[in-house]
């Protein structure tokens, strides 16, 4: 490291400089602050002459250790202020625990102000900014609506199957309740119900769950009972159905790539 | 005598270890800077901001849409001319007399509540938006006799000035053909 002793050894050269006017004054009264290199007799003036009972080995045996063809070269005595130098040798010591500090301040505040930006909920929510999972989740949202909403009586196996695969938790008992009317009756009044996405809009991505809001369209025939209702009204309905909107949201979980309903919220309905 | 060898012969190893904390350190913070500065330049980020500015303002939009109290029909008409925007706020503007004294001969008392609601699209450049908003909307007539109704809107929004207002809204249509 030969910062810290440059940086030791201008030290005591400003200090050498710094006693040098004293000894100058007893020999040349003139009061003439001389360069101290242009006068080859201030320098062992100054080493003895202010301070003689200054330690004065320290300094050899010091030179002696750390920079031998210095003290060759260096004429000047650099009259060893022990406590100040050492105190000045701190100095660098000091500088570096104070830019650690900084440093180590700004790591932790930015690491803070970045945590705050990621934890950020729109950021956390990636509807939409993934484009490409946003439009997944769409087309399998529509999809297991279209086959857990349809029911037609004399085929029944894909609605039992939609039934088995695309629901997971809670959403097998809600989708259990929401057809339970349906069911008991279906044999009877020879349902068929068709159900298709309108519009759907993916509210919230986080991770491996997604909140999908849909509105579906639901045609629902009865194929039997001409005496339910009877008449003109019973084949009216045949030909067109019964169309109603329905609107609810959809959670959704994924598993083994596929996304699986959790939830069905009917908004209270 | 040989206490300021021992000093300084002491100050170096610390010296040395200062030195590794403080490059530790300098290390530490240009990589906690950057990930910072990557954090807040991020622009999917800046895009789901966007999402959500638009998803808020909708919702408000639709909702301040289907709400009217009769008898404060100015203040809740002047509130929709300043939720929208364009095409949709030219219509309010043009019917806002026939339409007042039509609430105020019918004496009803509108107000929606948004169940849900999503963004659809959003091309942020052009500033223009769609989505979806799950509405209950409860009337209550003159004998207090109040009818809850559900409403799938889809709506239309243009951000002007830097906000986002309805430029376009509507029911979603049923069995293929639009309805009231």
């Known amino acids: 490291m030969p910062t810290p002793r440059h940086h030791l050894n201008r030290q005591r050269r400003r200090q050498a400089l710094a006693d040098q006017p004293a000894a100058a004054k007893a020999h040349a009264p003139v009061g003439l602050l001389p360069e101290p290199d242009s006068r080859p007799g201030s320098g062992p003036d100054s080493r003895t002459g202010p301070r003689p009972g200054r330690r004065p080995a320290a300094k050899p045996v010091r030179e002696a250790t750390e920079v031998p063809a210095e003290e060759a070269t260096d004429d000047r005595p650099a009259a060893p202020k022990a406590p100040k130098a050492r105190r000045r040798g701190l100095a660098p010591l000091v500088v570096l625990c104070v830019l650690t500090l900084l440093l180590g301040g700004f790591a932790g505040w930015a690491h803070s102000r970045a945590g705050e930006l990621r934890d950020d909920p729109a950021r956390g929510n990636t509807a939409l900014t993934d484009l490409a999972r946003t439009s997944e989740i769409k087309g399998q949202t529509t999809a297991a609506v279209a086959a857990l909403f349809s029911y037609d009586h004399a085929d029944t196996g894909p609605f039992e199957r939609a039934g088995r695969t695309l629901l997971t938790g809670k959403a097998v008992e809600q989708h259990r309740t929401l057809f339970a009317g349906v069911l008991a009756q279906a044999a009877r009044q020879k349902t068929v119900i068709t159900t298709t996405v309108t519009d759907s809009a993916v509210e919230r991505i986080d991770g491996d769950r997604a909140r999908v809001l849909v509105y579906a369209d639901q045609s629902s025939v009865s194929t039997a009972g001409t005496r339910r209702t009877g008449g003109k009204q019973q084949s009216k309905a045949q030909d067109q159905g019964v169309y109603a909107g329905a609107m609810f949201a959809l959670d959704v979980v994924r598993r083994d790539g596929r996304w699986l309903v959790e939830n069905i919220d009917t908004f209270g309905r | ?180």
């Open chain 2, 1 to 180: 005598m040989t206490r300021q060898v021992r000093a300084s012969a002491g100050n170096r190893p610390a010296l040395a270890v200062a030195l590794v904390l403080t490059l530790a350190a300098g290390g530490f913070a240009a990589w906690e800077g950057r990930s910072w500065y990557a954090a807040a330049h991020d622009d999917s980020a800046a895009y789901a901001a966007q999402r959500d500015r638009a998803l808020a303002a909708g919702e408000q939009a639709v909702q301040n849409l289907n709400t009217l109290d009769h008898r404060r029909v100015d203040q809740g008409l002047d509130l929709w001319e300043t939720s929208t925007t364009g095409e949709l706020h030219k219509q309010l503007v043009d019917g806002r007399q026939e339409f007042t004294s039509q609430v105020k001969a019918a004496k009803t008392v509108t107000t929606a509540r948004v169940l849900s609601g999503a963004v659809t699209e959003l091309d942020d450049r052009a500033g223009r938006a769609r989505l979806l908003v799950a509405l209950r909307v409860t009337v209550t007539a003159p004998d207090s006799k109040s009818t809850e109704k559900d409403s799938r809107m889809l709506g239309e929004l243009t951000r002007t000035d830097g906000q986002w207002k309805l430029s376009g809204l509507g029911q979603a249509p049923v069995g293929g053909t639009a309805a009231g």
